[in-house]
């Protein structure tokens, strides 16, 4: 890039070179030499070196204006080449500088040329209005430096001049044309032609100008605009301009400078077709000739169509007046009488109420418009960028539906994946049953997991009535309560497809049977272009698009790239394309809060009667509690489906659980737990999840009909519990029982690795056995881990309640899609369901739950009988100090510590006589009086007290388990003579 001041160098004429002077020393010296040896040798012969002088100055004198004259040759070639490149580079910056000028002020030929590429509206227009007159030579502005201002004429001349250059005029100063009628007129045509590619219309208008040769203007966008801010003025000669003070911009014809208006900065004389001169101006000075620049009408008018065809593509102007920069949906409800109504998109033409879902959004190029999703539809979509008005666009739709019809006739469900502001003042609309958001992506995928049952009830509803769609099936008399119509809007249908893959199926399913069903679309999203895709896009009709960034997305949605010409000053602008008709443009109206509180009131004042409320898609979420009245109003209102599948017709049977959640097919169900039915359940829950709940409501709903077995969480509960339900198999009892086990892996943990191991294989095999002898175990854990992950196999039926993270909600089995963990207590999965349980009922005494059965024979046994049952005693202690001090405070007799005791066998002697007495040692002191233990144990009792297995097993050479004993509670085994194994308890030391 260059700038035109930015100076050129003149090269300088080269300067021949000054003439060699004659070389007298050279010649004289060969002579003066030659007379010198002449002297000293005598020898003529030497004479003849003085000849050499002048023949040396001669040859000298030759050679150097030889050189002279090609150094000469050469500069002067070096000064052309100079010249050559300096006028090739001046010729460059003229043409540069031409073309600079020209695409500043594009000249009414280019424009007519070109009108895409050379139109470039903007909101705001430069000032002044720059005009192009025609073409001549200017200054150039270009500065010649380096040589003697009489050096170089030519390229100097070249340099100082642009030839073709625009010559320009400023029009909002006014320009007046004098010349003959048809000249003028051509060259205003051409002046014209420029002022509207360089003005945009609305702001910019055209002022009425006279008939006949000017009828072509009147296909100007500019003439159509009705409230502009400037007027461009123009004048004929034939019927003088009447400019009104202060109007710019503006141009006047006249024959003569008389009959020209006041106020014209610029005048010009025109000669001829090739000729024309400056009368007046502040740039050019008068009598500056140049060639105008002339417009046929022709010409003219074909700009003129075309340029109105790209102010209406661009939103600016519409066919028949301007389309406003908003409107409200207040003015659209006014009645307009003045104004006659053309069929909009999917309206037909003479309708005295509106069809379908027919509803007024904006103001088009035609008047109001009108969408209407039956009759263009059956479906939707609108495309647009962040701040092009969607939001907006779909509330107006909704409200205007509203307001067309009643909630009977059509309701909505909104999905707004933006977090649902746009769309939460529409909720107060007795129509909206529903408005899902991101924020809750569990309830999201709840209720649309819900449209697929709506789907097939409303084909149930159809094909009971014997009809093929919903207008038949809403016929006049067909039904009194009709199936009203469904619209699904969704906005960023991209965002939740990403967050919800899956329901891409569903929205194909719909776009593909809606129509019948009554169900319609409205998909709105940013990117269209490969979002939507085409088996969407077959079933929907009828397209809308606000403001695009790229011509793709137009594309996708309208077959044009017009929406991305769209401005983006202009929130709501959209263009509308239905029926496979042309696009429209159209101004979406602005909803307020009191235009729906509007809707609202005259819907209620127009409704005849009480009418229900639309029917819902889905219902409520699962309450956080549940009653017995919540069950049995569930059964009452649908005994059919209240059943779970697969069970027999007839009166339900089995224990209440809970409420069942089944979205898929809209609606509760009682769940049931049936122990000879669905066999062993197994229920995993987190703490305070509601797993003690679930085995309280078991107990207390089946103790009628089987023995409940309820042991208490403890290590020696629950293996008795396992011992004496293992001793009943083996018995061979064929008594209902049922066995409930709490906290069964916390008690497994409290248990020695022995204890674990051998309580695991008893209940494995109650497991197993059970069945068939008519017992069945419900066992809560909190995990599954380590051995008990073997638990799942053997349990028919499975509960799993609220788990602290998926990998344990995963672990236990469940549904990983029914993670959720701020389920409230009781919530949970069943047989693949969400389920609340249903909550425990309080006693009559309001003391909470009645106690399971089998609970009061859990507590403590009164095991101290047991000791008090043996008079004598030896005992094996692990500590003799601390038993010996707790056997002093109840024990009558003598208590001898053996340890202590330096003769055995007065010891022994002693048992022998005193048949009270209790022999206290360790495992070591025991062994080294074996003899002594083996003449007492036939007849004595054997406690082992703090003990471990080892100790027991070397003191009674037995290799069976004795039972568990709870820590804390001062247990001990006691061995009886008989061989029984039973435990005991020792009074705590004083």
Same mark, same amino acid.
């Given at each position: ?134 073409? #001549? ?64 219309? #609305? ?273 006049? #008399? ?513």
């Amino acid at each position: 890039m260059f700038r035109p001041d930015d100076p050129l160098i003149l090269p300088a004429r080269p300067v021949d070179p000054p003439a060699p002077g004659f070389p007298l020393i050279a010649s004289a010296a060969p002579v003066v030499v030659a007379v010198a040896i002449w002297m000293f040798t005598g020898s003529a012969f030497v004479l003849l070196f003085a000849v050499l002088g002048p023949v040396i100055a001669v040859g000298s004198m030759v050679d150097g204006r030889r050189t002279r004259r090609r150094t000469r040759i050469r500069a002067d070639g070096t000064h052309r080449a100079a010249l050559a490149a300096l006028r090739a580079k001046v010729e460059q910056r003229r043409t540069g500088l031409v073309q600079a000028a020209w695409g500043r002020t594009p000249s009414a030929a280019g424009i007519l040329q070109d009108p895409i590429g050379t139109v470039h509206w903007s909101a705001r227009p430069a000032a002044p209005v720059l005009v192009s007159l025609g073409s #001549g030579d200017v200054p150039s502005g270009l500065r010649l430096e380096g040589a003697d201002a009489d050096d170089e004429p030519g390229i100097r001349a070249l340099a100082a001049t642009l030839a073709g250059a625009p010559i320009t005029a400023d029009l909002d100063g006014g320009i007046g044309i004098v010349a003959a009628p048809a000249l003028g007129r051509a060259m205003a045509r051409g002046l014209l032609v420029q002022a509207a590619a360089a003005l945009p219309p #609305g702001p910019v208008g055209l002022a009425v100008l006279p008939p006949g040769h000017w009828a072509w203007a009147t296909s100007l966008p500019h003439a159509a605009a009705r409230s502009p801010d400037r007027l461009i003025t123009v004048g004929d000669s034939e019927t003088p301009a009447r400019v009104p003070t202060g109007s710019r911009p503006f141009i006047a014809l006249a024959r003569c400078l008389e009959e020209l208006p006041t106020g014209c900065d610029t005048i010009v004389r025109v000669h001829g077709p090739t000729r024309a001169e400056i009368v007046r101006s502040p740039v050019h000075p008068a009598g500056f000739r140049f060639r105008p620049e002339l417009v046929t009408r022709d010409q003219a008018g074909g700009f003129a169509v075309r340029l109105g065809e790209r102010a209406r593509a661009a939103g600016l102007i519409g066919r028949y007046g301007p389309v406003p920069a908003s409107v409200t949906l207040a003015e659209l409800a006014e009645p307009d009488p003045a104004v006659d109504l053309p069929p909009s998109p999917g309206t037909p033409a003479g309708s005295a109420h509106l069809p379908g879902l027919a509803g007024v959004i904006g103001i088009g190029e035609e008047g109001r418009v009108t969408l209407d999703l039956v009759a263009a539809g059956p479906h939707a979509v609108v495309g647009g960028t962040t701040g092009s008005g969607k939001s907006e666009l779909l509330v107006t739709w909704v409200a205007a539906m509203a307001a067309a019809h009643p909630h009977d006739a059509v309701t909505f469900l909104l999905i707004d994946f933006k977090g649902g502001a746009a769309f939460h003042p529409l909720v107060a609309l007795p129509h909206c049953v529903g408005l899902i958001t991101d924020l809750d992506g569990r309830q999201a995928a709840r209720a649309l997991a819900s449209l697929a049952a709506e789907l097939r009830h409303r084909e149930r509803a159809m094909r009971a009535a014997g009809t093929r769609d919903i207008t038949e099936l809403n016929g006049a #008399g067909s039904r009194s309560n009709p199936l009203p119509r469904l619209v699904i809007v969704v906005d960023e249908f991209a965002t939740m497809l990403t967050a919800f893959p899956e329901l891409h199926a569903l929205f194909v399913d719909i776009a593909a049977r809606g129509r019948s069903l009554g169900v319609h679309l409205i998909l709105c999203t940013q990117r269209p272009n490969g979002v939507v895709r085409d088996a969407l896009l077959a079933n929907c009709n009828l397209r809308v698009s606000l403001r695009v960034n790229n011509r793709a997305d137009s594309q996708a949605v309208l077959g044009t790239d017009a929406a991305a010409a769209l401005p983006a000053s202009v929130p709501g602008r959209c263009l509308i394309s239905a029926l496979q008709g042309d696009a429209q443009l159209c101004q979406v109206a602005t909803t307020t809060e009191a235009d729906l509180r509007a809707i609202v009131g005259r819907g209620a004042e127009n409704r005849s009667g009480e009418k229900p409320n639309p029917r819902r898609p889905w219902l409520d979420p699962l309450p956080r509690r549940v009653t017995r009245n919540d069950l049995a109003r569930v059964e009452t209102a649908a005994p059919a489906t209240g059943r779970e599948p697969g069970r027999p017709a007839g009166p339900a049977t089995g224990v209440l659980l809970g409420l069942l959640d089944e979205p898929e097919h809209q609606r509760y169900r009682v769940a049931r737990y049936d122990p000879e039915r669905d066999g062993h359940l197994l229920v995993v829950g987190a703490g305070r999840a509601g797993k003690s709940t679930v085995l309280a409501s078991v107990a207390a709903q089946h103790s009628g009909t089987a023995t409940v077995l309820d042991p208490r969480p403890d290590v020696e509960s629950v293996w008795d519990t396992l011992a004496e339900a293992r001793a009943w198999l083996d018995a061979g009892s064929r008594e209902a029982r049922l066995i409930l086990l709490d906290d069964f892996d916390s008690v497994y943990a409290r248990w020695g690795d022995e204890h674990r191991a051998a309580a695991l294989e008893l209940l494995t095999g109650l497991l197993r056995d059970g069945p068939a002898a008519g017992l069945v175990v419900v066992v809560a854990v909190q995990h599954l881990s380590g051995a008990l992950q073997t638990l799942p196999a053997f349990c028919q039926s499975r509960l799993v309640l609220r788990m602290p993270d998926a990998g344990t909600h995963l672990a236990a089995g469940a549904d990983p899609a029914l993670f959720d963990a701020a389920l409230p207590p009781g919530g949970g999965c069943w047989n693949g369901s969400r389920i609340q349980l249903l909550q425990p009922e309080p006693s009559s005494d309001g003391r909470g739950p009645e106690p399971a059965a089998g609970e009061a024979a859990a507590g403590d046994v009164a095991v101290g009988d047991t000791l008090a049952g043996h008079r004598s005693l030896l005992v094996v202690a692990a500590s003799p100090a601390r038993t010996i001090a707790a056997l002093s405070s109840t024990r009558a007799g003598e208590i001898i510590d053996l340890s202590a005791s330096a003769n055995a066998e007065a010891g022994r002697l002693r048992v022998l006589a005193d048949d009270g007495a209790v022999l206290v040692g360790d495992t070591d002191t025991w062994q080294a009086r074996w003899s002594l233990l083996g003449l007492l144990r036939p007849h004595m009792a054997i406690v082992f007290d703090g003990c471990s297995l080892a100790d027991f097993r070397a003191i009674s050479r037995r290799r069976d388990l004795p039972p568990p004993l709870a820590p804390g509670r001062c247990r001990v085994w006691v061995l009886c003579p008989d061989g029984a194994v039973v435990r005991g308890t020792l009074p705590a030391p004083g």
